[in-house]
Nanobody
Framework: QVQLVESGGGLVQPGGSLRLSCAAS????????IGWFRQAPGKEREGVGC????????YYADSVKGRFTISRDNAKNTVYLQMNSLKPEDTADYYC????????????????????WGQGTQVTVSS
């Protein structure tokens, strides 16, 4: 069973930064592309961005482009979501996920293409 664990969430003021981590147990994360998603209260889960297995390709939702960066450290078996210039509308639970077989990181960020999900970490942007 693939297990993903997100961490790094918290309360931050508008304009601030946070770095979320997605760690894996029982499998090598470097064998998978990783997607980041978020779900705000009362809203549907939406794609934030993704990184390919080799880290050559990354894609971002228009709403976070230029502010968020996804990277990976295969030696630490961890993928990161660096979030800068945070806005109140970035408030949400953030999730990482691995694609289903046959899918990878692409600009679609479609939920159905992802199979294993972490439990999420909460990010609140407020003054």
């Amino acid at each position: 069973q693939v297990q993903l664990v997100e961490s790094g969430g918290g309360l931050v003021q508008p304009g601030g930064s946070l770095r979320l981590s997605c760690a894996a147990s029982r499998f090598a994360l470097n064998n998978y592309a990783i997607g980041w998603f978020r779900q705000a209260p009362g809203k549907e889960r939406e794609g934030v961005g993704c990184i390919s297995r080799s880290a050559v390709s990354t894609y971002y939702a228009d709403s976070v482009k230029g502010r968020f960066t996804i990277s990976r450290d295969n030696a630490k078996n961890t993928v990161y979501l660096q979030m800068n210039s945070l806005k109140p509308e970035d408030t949400a639970d953030y999730y990482c996920a691995t694609p289903r077989s046959g899918y990878g990181c692409n600009d679609g960020l479609r939920l159905y293409e992802y199979k294993y999900w972490g439990q999420g970490t909460q990010v609140t942007v407020s003054s």
